[in-house]
């Protein structure tokens, strides 16, 4: 079986999505691996990884999401295993692991430093399964440079088997590969693709505002799936919304109290992807059964409007495992503008 450790040298760099597009573009049976879970998901009563649960979803494998993860939490890691009992367990890891799988995809914490106290960095992962690493890096192109230069300098690789780097979410291919792909093999760096930006990839779920919520769903699950491209709070009157030209984007998601009924009925007849109603405040059982037949999700929530407006202001635009458009543009991506198949 073959191996490879995902890392990045800064937060939300797109691994994920690199390898869910180079899991598709193989289109083999594979297996995947996230020591340090770092994107909590609580279902079922059941905690585990976001980015576990969605590529065991979309790969249907087998493995439950829950035990592809050592653990979440520092203090606690710190508290039950040292450096050994760290390697036993990602070899246990890799021992559950399917016969039937031909690669194995192992994704590191948020960036490349992340559970470095608890010996579940990138590098100690790398070589503790002996897996490739592959390093994905995305931001201002000089930025890139000095985070792929400081990386070259001021790590030891000795042990680690460097396959190579990734720029993520690029605005100009053709000109960050004029500028700096000599640049780069200069310095000894192999450059195994760079990916585009894609604005489509920005854009989040109804569903996954709904987890990062942890939104109880009383109406139209149906369109849990839709995208949300606009957020549009609703902290005036339904009527003074209603002369907004904001107001009119059919793919906008309302946050406002659960007893506003004139702004929650605006937002119905104006088409929308999803209401959610803050402060725990359910709206009258009509308006309930008519965002249930516009299959309009309406998310519950316990937090003020504020409060949950901030949250999907924070919220990070993962993948989900039913967006196909998502996935085969990820897929695409890696097809078109990397290498990484010459490594499988």
């Not at 180079?22 to 770092?38: S, T």
């Not at 690669?103 to 490349?112: P, V």
């Not at 399964?129 to 790590?155: P, R």
Request: net charge negative.
């Amino acid at each position: 079986m073959k191996k490879f450790v995902f890392t990045s040298l800064n937060e939300n760099a797109g691994k994920t999505g690199i390898i869910i597009g180079l899991g598709k573009v193989l289109n083999k049976k594979i297996a995947y691996l996230k020591p340090f879970g770092d994107r909590l998901l609580y279902r079922k009563k059941r905690l585990w990884d976001y980015d576990s649960a969605i590529i065991s979803k979309i790969f249907e494998i087998e493995e439950s999401p829950e035990g592809m993860s050592l653990g979440f939490d520092h203090s606690k890691l710190r508290y039950m295993y040292d450096k050994s009992d760290i390697i036993e367990k990602i070899n246990y890891l890799l021992d559950s692991i399917s016969e039937a799988a031909d690669t194995l995809f192992i994704e590191s914490g948020k960036n490349i430093m992340h559970g470095v106290s608890v010996h579940l960095d990138a590098l100690t992962i790398a070589k503790a399964t002996e897996a490739k690493l592959i390093v994905v890096v995305s931001g201002d192109n000089d930025d890139i440079i000095d985070e792929i230069q400081y990386f070259k300098d001021h790590n030891r690789l000795e042990g680690v088997d460097f396959a190579g780097v990734i720029v993520n979410k690029v605005k100009d291919v053709d000109d960050f590969k004029m500028v700096y792909e000599e640049l780069l093999s200069e310095i000894g760096i192999n450059l195994l693709g760079v990916i585009p930006f894609e604005a489509e990839l920005t854009y989040p779920s109804v569903q996954l505002v709904s987890d990062n919520l942890m939104a109880k769903v009383i109406s139209g699950e149906k369109g849990l799936d839709d995208i949300v491209r606009e957020v549009f709070v609703g902290a005036m009157s339904g009527n003074a919304a209603q002369r907004l030209e904001k107001f009119k984007n059919k793919n906008k998601l309302i946050i406002t109290s659960g007893d506003r009924s004139d702004m929650i009925l605006a937002a119905l007849e104006t088409h929308c992807v999803g209401i959610v109603l803050t402060n725990n405040i359910l709206p009258q059982p009509n308006i309930i059964a008519l965002a249930s037949e516009k299959k309009v999700p309406l998310l519950l929530v316990h937090s003020d409007t504020h409060k949950a407006a901030k949250k999907i202001d924070q919220l990070v635009p993962l993948v989900d495992a039913n967006d196909e458009k998502k996935i085969k543009i990820l897929e695409d991506s890696i097809r078109n503008h990397t290498n990484l198949i010459d490594l499988i």
